[in-house]
């Protein structure tokens, strides 16, 4: 069944508001479309996966967990007469949200699993996430307002693959692995080989994220810093993860970084001068300026290249600092 009013931002509006029913009085004086052809949440997940499965042309349908982005770039580009939800307009939306198997925040033998469709209010409430991962806790609290974080999920921030997305530097520091499902079955992609390209990821048309494995370790520690306009409510210029294992030396160091390259990265080279190194005065210089030279940002309306490197090293700089204690 097919309906016209649904409330995917928790708002109580009708989409023609949300997506914008736009009288275009200077734009060719024509009326823009809102979303068409949403289709009915579904509470299973094998019906969603089927609908995908048959789709043999991508844009034929787009699935949603919370549209946080999808609304309101539907909204804006109505007067371009143009659709960014994807790299062309779906026919028609599925909204996921009603599907409590991509719910749920456990552990699951020796790893943290989170369901796609934790949001990051769950996150930031859930005892196991501030016990073995609260760095993604401080990521999930600087996304947005509350409206925000009660509704976007954690599996749209990964699906959504911006490189500004702020808990991807963390899940790339705890070598986190993305399972995804299609009607074919379940396969475990690493978080390292996730993200392909700018807004581009290893998801096949047919395939849904379904959870996130966090590998538990017992001796990891993780620093989460981000870098934008404001202290809140802001896209980030530079966000980065710090991870590391060993009370004195440091190994098994990730270093993961958003905004300042096409997709989310690890700082190889920069792990490298970390890796089997105590945290003085002498290796934080080091990989600061291992890291300034390592990373080749752009410049852009948010911030410019040079300001991405310089902040993203004394960042670095700072969390080796204080894991120092001097």
């Given at each position: 069944?097919?309906?016209?009013?649904?409330?995917?931002?928790?708002?109580?509006?009708?989409?023609?508001?949300?997506?914008?029913?736009?009288?275009?009085?200077?734009?060719?004086?024509?009326?823009?479309?809102?979303?068409?052809?949403?289709?009915?949440?579904?509470?299973?997940?094998?019906?969603?996966?089927?609908?995908?499965?048959?789709?043999?042309?991508?844009?034929?349908?787009?699935?949603?967990?919370?549209?946080?982005?999808?609304?309101?770039?539907?909204?804006?580009?109505a007067v371009?007469?143009?659709?960014?939800?994807?790299?062309?307009?779906?026919?028609?939306?599925?909204?996921?949200?009603?599907?409590?198997?991509?719910?749920?925040?456990?552990?699951?033998?020796?790893?943290?699993?989170?369901?796609?469709?934790?949001?990051?209010?769950?996150?930031?409430?859930?005892?196991?996430?501030?016990?073995?991962?609260?760095?993604?806790?401080?990521?999930?609290?600087?996304?947005?307002?509350?409206?925000?974080?009660?509704?976007?999920?954690?599996?749209?921030?990964?699906?959504?693959?911006?490189?500004?997305?702020?808990?991807?530097?963390?899940?790339?520091?705890?070598?986190a692995v993305?399972?995804?499902?299609?009607?074919?079955?379940?396969?475990?992609?690493?978080?390292?080989?996730?993200?392909?390209?700018?807004?581009?990821?290893?998801?096949?048309?047919?395939?849904?994220?379904?959870?996130?494995?966090?590998?538990?370790?017992?001796?990891?520690?993780?620093?989460?810093?981000?870098?934008?306009?404001?202290?809140?409510?802001?896209?980030?210029?530079?966000?980065?993860?710090?991870?590391?294992?060993?009370?004195?030396?440091?190994?098994?160091?990730?270093?993961?970084?958003?905004?300042?390259?096409?997709?989310?990265?690890?700082?190889?080279?920069?792990?490298?001068?970390?890796?089997?190194?105590?945290?003085?005065?002498?290796?934080?210089?080091?990989?600061?300026?291992?890291?300034?030279?390592?990373?080749?940002?752009?410049?852009?309306?948010?911030?410019?290249?040079?300001?991405?490197?310089?902040?993203?090293?004394?960042?670095l700089h700072?969390?080796?600092?204080?894991?120092?204690?001097?």
């Open positions: 069944m097919r309906v016209d009013q649904l409330d995917l931002l928790g708002l109580g509006h009708r989409m023609g508001d949300v997506a914008g029913d736009v009288e275009q009085d200077v734009i060719g004086r024509e009326r823009a479309r809102s979303f068409e052809s949403i289709e009915e949440s579904r509470c299973a997940l094998e019906e969603p996966l089927e609908g995908r499965a048959v789709d043999h042309q991508p844009p034929a349908s787009r699935t949603i967990r919370c549209s946080t982005r999808a609304a309101t770039s539907r909204r804006y580009s371009e007469r143009t659709s960014s939800i994807g790299a062309s307009s779906p026919a028609s939306v599925v909204d996921l949200w009603a599907i409590e198997a991509l719910r749920g925040i456990a552990i699951d033998g020796d790893a943290l699993t989170l369901g796609a469709l934790t949001t990051y209010t769950d996150v930031r409430r859930s005892a196991l996430c501030r016990e073995h991962v609260p760095a993604l806790v401080e990521a999930a609290a600087t996304i947005g307002a509350a409206q925000i974080q009660n509704r976007g999920t954690l599996g749209g921030n990964i699906a959504n693959a911006s490189p500004a997305g702020d808990t991807l530097p963390v899940l790339l520091a705890a070598d993305i399972v995804v499902g299609s009607e074919r079955g379940e396969r475990d992609v690493p978080a390292a080989e996730f993200w392909t390209g700018y807004r581009q990821t290893a998801l096949a048309h047919d395939e849904l994220i379904v959870r996130i494995r966090l590998p538990l370790a017992a001796e990891r520690e993780m620093r989460f810093r981000k870098v934008g306009t404001r202290r809140a409510q802001a896209i980030s210029k530079v966000v980065i993860a710090v991870a590391w294992q060993g009370d004195g030396s440091w190994r098994d160091v990730r270093v993961a970084l958003g905004s300042v390259a096409a997709t989310p990265v690890r700082a190889a080279a920069t792990e490298a001068a970390l890796e089997d190194r105590r945290p003085t005065p002498e290796t934080a210089d080091a990989a600061a300026e291992t890291l300034a030279g390592e990373l080749a940002p752009i410049d852009d309306v948010r911030s410019t290249a040079e300001y991405r490197r310089l902040v993203a090293a004394r960042v700072r969390i080796v600092r204080d894991a120092g204690g001097w």
